[in-house]
């Protein structure tokens, strides 16, 4: 009986410092998308060479062109803002940003399983504040 009672008292103690000490895991907020654009590329080798994360106009301007995106290149101010992308072989992507509370955007692209010829993209434009990283990765220097 009193090792039983041992084995409780000891259960119980574990679980008060498991809910006692603070969580090491860091927290996630949900990144609201600014701006976004989606198309479809036929030359599925060019998104072997799609960055995750833009952070000038030139490079911005470089994937603008080689995927046909549009006739203008958008204007983004990227000293608030960064363009975040994924691509995809199935009919369709989106994207689902996340920043925890160390600077880390992780970017998840979310894609249908029904493939195709070419492949499927997803741009968008995110505040710049807070991130250090994308996917664990140290932003690119300007």
Same mark, same amino acid.
Do not use: C, H
């Given at each position: ?5 041992? #084995?409780?008292?000891?259960? /119980? ?9 603070? +969580? ?5 907020? &949900?990144?609201?998308?600014? %701006?976004?654009w989606t198309g479809?590329? =036929?030359? =599925? ?7 995750? /994360? ?6 911005? =301007?470089?994937? #603008?062109?080689?995927? %046909? ?5 958008? =204007?983004?101010d990227f000293t ?6 994924? @691509? ?5 992507? +989106? ?29 968008? @434009?995110?505040?710049? &504040?807070?991130?250090?990283?994308v996917n664990g990765? &140290?932003?690119?220097?300007?």
């Open positions: 009986m009193i090792r039983r009672q041992g #084995w409780l008292f000891a259960l /119980v103690a574990l679980a008060l410092v498991g809910f006692l000490v603070p +969580s090491v895991r860091a927290e996630k907020k &949900e990144v609201k998308l600014v %701006k976004q479809s590329v =036929e030359d =599925e080798k060019l998104a072997k060479d799609a960055p995750e /994360v833009i952070t000038d106009a030139k490079a911005l =301007e470089k994937l #603008w062109k080689a995927w %046909k995106v549009g006739d203008k290149v958008p =204007e983004v608030k803002q960064i363009v975040i992308l994924s @691509t995809t072989s199935g009919s369709k992507i +989106s994207l689902s940003p996340s920043l925890d509370d160390k600077g880390n955007l992780s970017v998840l692209g979310a894609a249908t399983a029904d493939f195709g010829p070419g492949f499927r993209y997803v741009i968008a @434009t995110v505040s710049r &504040e807070g991130v250090k990283k990765k &140290e932003l690119p220097k300007e």
